[in-house]
């Protein structure tokens, strides 16, 4: 099994000639970001990645979370990787400064969030789920609420959870039961909430859940819905921990795949009332989950992009080592290593491409939103804002279906090897597969793309998005050589589908919201790779820039301009299909009756 080894190289390149860090880091609030210190920091979290949580991710996935009578038992080793992991600061990086954090930009905490999940997806999902509850924490919870419970969350001290699922509702948030009763300063909750993520483990005395529910007079429907923080334990009035709450957990999932992660049943008031306190406003508990969640799904995203570098990194090494077969062009020759045959290096080639657009967009749409939030000029935060709200649907869809068909690919570079447990490879696919459920499933990220990002503002964001593209398809028709030519050509065909798939859903939405809805995957799947292909298409541009000036680091350059030449042929040459699917595919989709399939 290969370790793992972050590509800090590709990674500084793609934040630095990429997503700008050094115009990110002038904003107010973020001047301590110096080169010297992402360099530092980003080679830190690399060694800690490798050294720490990695070696941890196959033993973890063997031995997987233990429960037994209420109490979750994560596997060996685990929880000292948590006390190192928020003893190096690693809990805080993006958090404001006043509650503990270190008040770093989103662009850098992206390749750090890219590292944890690469490495080890179960260990780095508690982190992520506390960082989605103090982000609501931040913006919706009151000042009572911040002093007594966003330190302990930020240093790591304790986690918390997302509930907001329940067996009869799943992601129809519009049914869920659980109850909340208003008693004094307080309220008590009642039901029960399934998939939480680390909603019991032993890693911290105290677990902070954010819970969805009804309180008795709530509008019915999505309207009708408040969110509290529940925590494990109680608080006393001198800022101690008190008495257990009435939340206890039931069970654990049994899972394809993130057998170290718990995956929790979550009961509230078998004795009572669970106690809770209200965050924000009654009933407008969905537009805070909206603000929990959008980190969330971008974060989910990353851990995509995360897990099928690891995937990717497994197979390239297997191939370069694995002897099967002669040269296809030397009919007697001697076996070869498989990274010689042509097949196995166009599956190598398209992992690697496909990995370095995701992580293009993904850094790109993280500088967005230091920009939405830090950006000294109004106009272009606004700008900003509607670039991150388009953007965050397509990385968190496009980034983990692609996942699942990279991790898959690495097995099939493996063989039959690939099939058995001991090489690893296997794991990254059943541990990538529950990303594109996590947050909301790519339906439901297609769903909210068309509608309230393209029907909503009759396609402008997107408009805005496809102008910044045709800037750089006018670069790559000026500029010189076949390669660069060649990646413009693909690139101008991907942006007129995407322009074509845009009118047609603004112009068809309200009319036939159906026909719309049958073509939104394939929509958001056309969004990501058209992106994917523009930043490739930048990265070309540098890249041969650089090797004209002599720049250094040539292999690393030529291999940039490679691989964005693979992108093009074998990923932008899909925008079109996927266009006649969007825009004339709903036929096919709605043609049975129910009783028909």
């Not at 990086?93 to 989103?106: D, F, H, S």
């Not at 790109?364 to 991150?388: I, K, M, N, W």
């Not at 056309?526 to 070309?540: D, H, N, T």
């Amino acid at each position: 099994m290969a370790s793992y080894s972050a590509p800090l190289r590709d990674m500084q390149f793609v934040l630095n000639e990429l997503a700008d860090l050094a115009s990110v880091v002038g904003f107010p609030g973020y001047s301590e970001a110096t080169p010297e210190l992402v360099d530092s920091v980003l080679d830190a979290a690399s060694k800690f990645a490798a050294d720490v949580i990695a070696p941890l991710n196959a033993s973890g996935d063997q031995e997987g979370a233990k429960f037994k009578d209420g109490v979750v038992t994560t596997p060996k080793g685990f929880k000292e990787a948590y006390m190192r992991f928020v003893a190096d600061g690693w809990n805080a990086l993006a958090i404001p400064a006043e509650y503990g954090g270190q008040g770093l930009p989103q662009l850098l905490s992206a390749p750090l969030q890219e590292m944890w999940q690469a490495a080890n997806m179960s260990f780095a999902l508690c982190s992520l789920l506390t960082q989605g509850a103090v982000e609501a924490l931040l913006l919706s919870g009151s000042e009572a609420l911040k002093q007594c419970f966003l330190p302990r969350m930020v240093s790591g001290e304790w986690t918390g959870s997302m509930n907001l699922s329940e067996p009869q509702a799943g992601s129809d948030l519009a049914a869920v039961h659980c109850r909340a009763l208003r008693v004094g300063d307080h309220y008590k909750l009642t039901g029960q909430k399934i998939f939480i993520t680390y909603g019991e483990h032993d890693w911290t005395e105290n677990i902070i859940h954010m819970v969805l529910a009804r309180t008795p007079d709530a509008p019915a429907g999505v309207k009708g819905i408040s969110m509290f923080l529940v925590p494990k334990f109680l608080m006393n009035t001198d800022g101690s921990v008190g008495k257990r709450n009435d939340v206890q957990c039931a069970s654990i999932e049994h899972k394809l795949g993130i057998h170290a992660s718990p995956t929790a049943v979550m009961s509230y008031g078998e004795e009572g009332g669970a106690v809770g306190y209200l965050i924000g406003e009654e009933n407008r508990g969905l537009e805070y989950m909206f603000i929990m969640m959008n980190l969330a799904r971008f974060d989910v995203g990353v851990q995509g992009l995360g897990i099928a570098d690891r995937a990717w990194q497994q197979a390239r090494a297997y191939a370069r080592e694995r002897v099967q077969s002669a040269d296809i062009s030397e009919r007697h020759g001697q076996p070869v290593t498989i990274i010689h045959h042509p097949d196995v290096r166009r599956m190598l080639m398209s992992m690697k491409a496909r990995v370095e657009a995701m992580r293009a967009v993904a850094y790109v749409t993280a500088s967005g939103l230091d920009r939405a939030l830090r950006h000294p000029d109004e106009q272009q935060r606004a700008q900003a804002q509607a670039f991150v709200d388009l953007m965050i649907p397509v990385v968190k869809g496009w980034c983990t279906e692609n996942a699942i068909d990279i991790t898959s690919l690495g097995i099939q570079v493996h063989g039959g090897m690939g099939y058995i447990e001991e090489t690893g490879a296997a794991q990254y696919f059943r541990d990538a597969r529950i990303s594109t459920i996590y947050e909301g499933t790519t339906g439901i990220q297609a769903k909210d793309l068309i509608g309230r990002k393209i029907a909503r503002d009759q396609g402008m964001a997107a408009k805005a998005l496809t102008g910044m593209m045709r800037a750089t398809e006018k670069e790559l028709a000026n500029a010189q050589g076949e390669m660069l030519k060649a990646i413009g050509m693909r690139l101008s065909a991907g942006i007129d589908a995407l322009e074509e798939a845009v009118n047609w859903l603004v112009s068809h939405y309200a009319s036939d919201v159906k026909a719309a809805a049958a073509g939104s995957v394939p929509f958001l799947m056309l969004v990501g790779i058209v992106s994917g292909g523009w930043q490739m298409a930048r990265a070309a541009l540098i890249a041969q820039k650089k090797l004209d000036a002599g720049a250094g680091d040539a292999p690393f350059y030529k291999a940039k301009l490679g691989t964005a030449r693979f992108y093009a042929d074998h990923e932008l040459t899909r925008a079109p299909a996927l266009k006649e699917s969007i825009v004339s595919g709903a036929v096919g989709v709605l043609a049975l009756s129910e009783d028909q399939f």
